[in-house]
């Protein structure tokens, strides 16, 4: 293969398995499956980072995405001990509005993409960095951008994520019949003649 080709044959690959993946997330009927393939999905999106040479972009969404939020999805998808035969009943209910909803949404996208235009200058403002950005490394632009031009849109995405986290938390601490729990109150108020009883034991008698 000409090595002018392998790029363009990487992006390809990576573009149509993140596509793939993307689907897969939302069609998938096991939720566990859907989470895997979410990871797929940004393993390849990390790969076209990397292709557009913006591999501080690609390793943060490694570490933290892969890492973190998508390996916190599964556990608490694991630990909600959901039953898929009530979900796959309750999903034939909801099929008409989700039809609706899907339908809505293409229409949107198709209007969208009967209406589009590019600006003249689009292309070349894609291809080379922003001027007062051009002398920085990746992570300092990411810094400059996210800290003082879109500062208000990044802690508003940290509070939809601290609200995310706080909400699956609750999720999976909900009261569970059978389970034995530590009651460290008790524990620590309890007095000694409550835990410990001496008796005087006869010998060859045993304890009754």
């Known amino acids: 293969m000409n090595a002018e080709l392998i790029p363009t044959f990487l992006f390809y690959l990576f573009a149509g398995v993140l ?25 390849n999106a ?5 292709l557009l040479g913006a591999e501080f972009a690609a390793f943060i969404l490694v570490i933290v995405y892969v890492g973190a939020v998508a390996v916190l999805f599964l556990f608490v998808v694991m ?4 039953d898929f035969e009530a979900l796959r009943k309750g999903a034939w209910k909801s099929l008409p ?5 899907g339908l809505v949404l293409v229409s949107q996208m198709v209007m969208t993409a009967i209406n589009w235009q590019s600006l003249p200058t689009a292309g070349s403002s894609i ?5 007062k950005h051009a002398a920085a490394t ?4 990411i810094g400059q951008i996210l800290y ?3 500062v208000y849109p990044f802690q508003i995405a940290g509070l939809i994520l601290l609200v995310a986290m ?7 601490l909900r009261d569970r019949g059978g389970v034995l729990r530590q009651n460290i109150n008790s524990q620590i108020t309890r007095k000694r003649s409550d835990a410990v009883e001496i008796r005087k034991v006869q010998k060859g008698a045993g304890i009754s």
């Open 46 to 50: 990390a790969g076209l980072f990397l």
């Open 19 to 43: 596509v793939l993946s993307a689907m897969m997330v939302i069609a998938s009927r096991n939720p566990v499956h859907s989470v895997l393939f979410l990871i797929l999905a940004f393993f």
């Open 127 to 131: 291809l080379s960095p922003a001027a």
């Open 79 to 82: 630990m909600l001990d959901i």
């Open 148 to 150: 003082t031009d879109y």
């Open 97 to 101: 509005v989700g039809i609706l909803v």
């Open 166 to 172: 706080i909400g699956a938390i609750v999720l999976t």
């Open 138 to 141: 990746n992570t300092q632009a």
